[in-house]
């Protein structure tokens, strides 16, 4: 159980803040070594939104205002 969590305090019922903090990001750090996919799926995700947004500052409306 020691190298499931390296953090004492995680096993407690009551945390402080802090210490219920670490314990999450221990918990998401885990989860993204254990299995990549879904960090890669938000890292694809979001360079298509930003590359969305780009084409969006790009596109000229004033043609649309005349016609």
Do not use: W
């Not at 402080?16 to 998401?28: D, R």
């Amino acid at each position: 159980m020691v190298e499931d969590n390296p953090f004492p305090f995680c096993l407690n019922k009551t945390k402080t803040l802090k210490e219920s903090m670490i314990c999450e990001q221990h918990k998401m750090h885990k989860a993204m070594t254990d299995n990549a996919l879904g960090f890669i799926l938000f890292y694809v995700f979001t360079i298509l939104f930003v590359a969305f947004l780009f084409q969006l500052t790009k596109k000229n409306f004033n043609n649309r205002k005349k016609k």
